[in-house]
């Protein structure tokens, strides 16, 4: 298949905006011949992933290569969280040596113009993308809110040809930047009457676990669901399973006004009640027979003011348990928001640890001899047990703090 390249595009190969864009559009390039691409596609904006813990040493060669060839970022891009606390990772007896490669990532996408949120939640801010806008992003989390919830179009952008993205502004057309490719494949029938927030990410992760790479079309979930629940629900399924594009009925902006199913049928029916709920509650929950809970993390996906604003009512008069440590994860500007609100000191107070531009799940936890963690996300959930070893119990974030604290 002939891949068609614009005048600019053709400038980028030949070297005349410089050799850092030279070698990125040479990348994209390989990729679309690879994917049999018929055309490049001009994004918006990017969202990279530069946490040591899944680039390696690997990830800080290309993205230092890119500094020396004096490439920069074309279009806004964003970083997802780091394998580290960047304020203070020593708080978390993080190797010396861990925290320099961490840090040379962070150097180098300075360097590139990256704008420094490190957060999954980039479009809650300062990375929102409008309806229809193509972008090219990574962390499969805000590819399935960016796609489903805000109606803008990319695939899951593997990490280092979403650098050379935001380089170049340029990513091979397929997949979901064709229209014809999002239309809904499978039906998801939720039977539930009273949904909890703990169920929309287990709804996730069943949906995830159950369609693959189908693009599921949900039914039934009630027209209060907020963008929050729709976050977790997207994380979890595209953890369990690589679902980049959902559709809620009446909901999102390809399901309303509109069949989401572009006039074709359905391939299957998934029906969701609630057996199903407590049955993936009992598979998630790995550590159910676990004596003890080490670690409670809540903040999978990144926290938004008004989650810590309810977590933070919840440590009222209570205390974190000695032998439990206790750590929410959000970022920075959410962080300093909820300080000057006041949701913040009652859970210091408690003995809580609010770390900023991370997670547990791609941090170097397992370094720490965690056996068993509670968490109330199931992407994080769902990752812990084979990225780093641990049981994991699974409920939701009021049962996380009453099995964490003591009365005071
Ligand atoms: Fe975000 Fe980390 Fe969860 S990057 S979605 S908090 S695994």
């Known amino acids: 298949m002939e891949l068609y390249l614009t005048g600019e595009e053709k400038q980028m190969l030949k070297g005349e905006f410089g050799e850092g864009i030279k070698f990125a559009i ?172 703990l169920d929309y990410h287990t709804i996730g992760y069943i949906v995830g676990k159950t369609v693959g790479v189908e693009i599921p079309v949900i039914k039934g979930l009630p027209e209060t669901v907020t963008a929050n629940n729709l976050k977790c629900l997207g994380a979890a399924a595209a953890s369990s399973g690589s679902v980049a594009l959902y559709h809620v009925y009446g909901v999102t902006p390809e399901a309303t006004g509109v069949d989401p199913f572009g006039g074709k049928k359905p391939k299957k029916v998934i029906v969701i009640s609630e057996s199903e709920i407590r049955e993936a509650e009992r598979k998630i929950s790995t550590g159910a027979h676990s004596e003890k809970v080490d670690i409670i993390t809540l903040g999978c996906p990144h926290l938004d003011i008004d989650e810590i604003k309810e977590i933070s009512k919840l440590f009222v008069n209570r205390k974190v348990k000695k032998d439990v440590e206790f750590w929410i994860y959000t970022n920075k500007e959410n962080r300093d928001k909820a300080i000057e609100k006041g ?55 009021e049962e996380c703090v009453e099995a964490g604290t003591i009365t005071v």
Request: proline content about 5%.
């Open 343 to 397: 949701y913040i000191k009652p859970l210091v107070e408690a003995g809580v640890k609010i770390s900023v531009q991370t997670c547990a799940t791609i941090s170097p936890i397992s370094i720490l001899g965690f056996r068993c963690m509670m968490t109330d996300s199931a992407k994080c959930a769902n990752i812990v047990p084979t990225e780093h070893g641990m049981e994991v119990i699974y409920a939701s974030t």
């Open 26 to 197: 040479e990348i994209i390039v390989n990729i679309a011949h690879a994917l049999e691409a018929r055309e490049l596609v001009e994004i918006k904006s990017s969202h990279i992933l530069a946490h040591y813990g899944s680039l390696h040493d690997a990830g800080i060669e290309l993205m230092e290569k890119l500094v020396r060839l004096g490439a920069r970022c074309r279009v806004p891009a964003t970083v997802d969280p780091a394998s580290i606390d960047l304020e203070n990772w020593k708080a978390y007896q993080i190797p010396e040596e861990y925290a320099q490669k961490q840090m040379r990532l962070c150097d180098a996408t300075k360097n590139l113009g990256v704008i420094q949120n490190w957060s999954c939640i980039p479009y809650q801010g300062p990375n929102i993308p409008k309806p229809g806008d193509n972008i090219a992003w990574a962390e499969s989390s805000a590819v399935s809110f960016a796609n489903s919830v805000i109606g803008a179009r990319t695939n899951r952008t593997p990490a280092g040809l979403d650098v050379c993205a935001a380089i170049t502004g340029r990513i091979p057309k397929v997949g979901l930047y064709l229209k014809e490719n999002r239309a809904g494949t499978v039906l998801v029938d939720i039977k539930l009457k009273n949904i909890k927030n």
